[in-house]
């Protein structure tokens, strides 16, 4: 699938979303006890092996063109899936995504922060029904580091969207995320060491599982938003808490609250609004030009 059409793309990106819902799952059946960050130097480790065929698409003459950012990149994505891991196996599924999905929420607040780009009404509201949405979800007479570990994680997936920004420019993915995880290697047996649980090789299967459905997932995003603007696809994204919703009631049991319906409804409905908006935007600015459009 090329990813080439809107249609193509929606549906890369409901295929994405499904592949990152098998990772969740994956990493959801290992259970409380996991060494969480033991995992998370395996799964960097079998991330870089799955990464070995596209090292010819490293450009060896800049090879370390952007340490820095990469670095900082390495070490927020190494709290993001250690977050996530302790949110995953400790939420339901359906839970821990749709506290993830308060990223994008994130990113809008940091791009006004550190790059002072404009907020419009609509993305202030997106902001605060997002904070409501988090607050009734996790409830505050119910708040657990599980619940923070989950906004942990979407911290970090916001931050790093943010700082994509910062790399150095014509640098391919493969060799941006070659050097994200060579860089977070280190630190990541550290903390692997560090955490001092007796080494379970058994965990290999599911980390290399992880890895394979979440570069599965990067990829499918890539193709779909390579050739269509992102404003006509994102909001197939969401699709993700379906997913979530599904594989957690056949896989785990587990039946969504009226509490979790309304917080979600809050966190991704603003979202999806935003989406339609920046649409419609587009297609105006695209009349305006060409005014045969408009008709």
């Known amino acids: 699938m090329s990813g080439k059409t809107v249609h193509s793309a929606i549906v890369l990106l409901v295929i994405g979303n499904l592949l990152a819902i098998f990772s969740d799952i994956i990493i959801k059946a ?16 079998c991330t870089l092996l799955l990464l070995l065929p596209f090292l ?13 950012i990469h670095v900082v ?18 939420l339901p599924l359906a839970t821990a995504n749709a506290l993830f999905y308060a990223a994008p929420l994130i990113v809008m607040v940091l791009a006004v922060v550190v790059f002072r780009e404009r907020a419009t009404g609509l993305s202030i509201v997106a902001v605060i029904s997002g904070f409501i949405g988090i607050l009734v979800i996790l409830r505050p007479m119910e708040f657990s580091w599980q619940g923070l570990s989950a906004l942990g994680a979407a911290a970090a997936l916001g931050l790093n969207a943010l700082l ?31 955490e001092g649980a007796p080494w379970d090789w058994s965990l290999l299967p599911a980390a290399m599982g992880s890895a394979l459905f979440i570069l599965g997932y990067n990829g499918s995003v890539i193709l779909a938003y390579r050739s269509v603007a992102a404003n006509q696809v994102t909001s197939a994204e969401y ?17 969504p ?14 979202l999806v609004l935003l989406s339609l ?6 297609r105006r600015d695209s009349a305006a030009f060409d005014p045969s459009l408009s008709g």
């Open 257 to 270: 609250d009226v509490w979790f319906v309304a917080g979600s409804v809050l966190i991704v409905g603003p």
């Open 164 to 194: 994509v920004r910062k790399l150095p420019p014509g640098q391919s993915m493969a060799h941006t995320l070659i050097l994200t995880h060579v860089y977070a290697v280190p630190a990541a047996f550290a903390l692997a060491v560090w």
């Open 30 to 45: 290992q259970g409380g006890d996991i060494p969480a960050l033991q995992f998370v130097f395996l799964r960097v480790l």
């Open 277 to 282: 908006a920046e649409k419609r935007r587009l």
């Open 239 to 255: 699709t993700g808490l379906i997913w979530a919703i599904a594989f957690g009631w056949l896989w785990f049991h587990e039946v």
């Open 56 to 68: 010819a698409m490293v450009d060896r003459g800049a090879l370390f063109r952007g340490t820095r």
């Open 73 to 90: 990149r390495a070490h927020i994505s190494l709290v993001g899936v250690f977050c996530m891991v302790v949110a995953l196996v400790n």
